[in-house]
């Protein structure tokens, strides 16, 4: 016997309360994730800000040097 695969798609989907918030103010993905970064996570954004930050350094005194 072969299944009526509409009978299987109603078995797979369920319906249920909305567990939206009422105000409709969707959550933030952003703010969510950087609820949620770790102290050692913290500490590698921390070394990864500082690298820029002396990589853009050296780059605008290379450029001044060579008068660009």
Known sequence: QSADPH?????????????????????????????????DGWIVIAILVLMYRNTRTIDINVLNRLKW
């Open 7 to 39: 009978s299987v798609m109603t078995e797979l989907v369920r319906y249920g309360e909305d567990t939206a918030k009422k105000s409709g103010a969707e959550p933030s993905y952003f703010l969510i994730t950087l609820k949620n970064v770790t102290l």
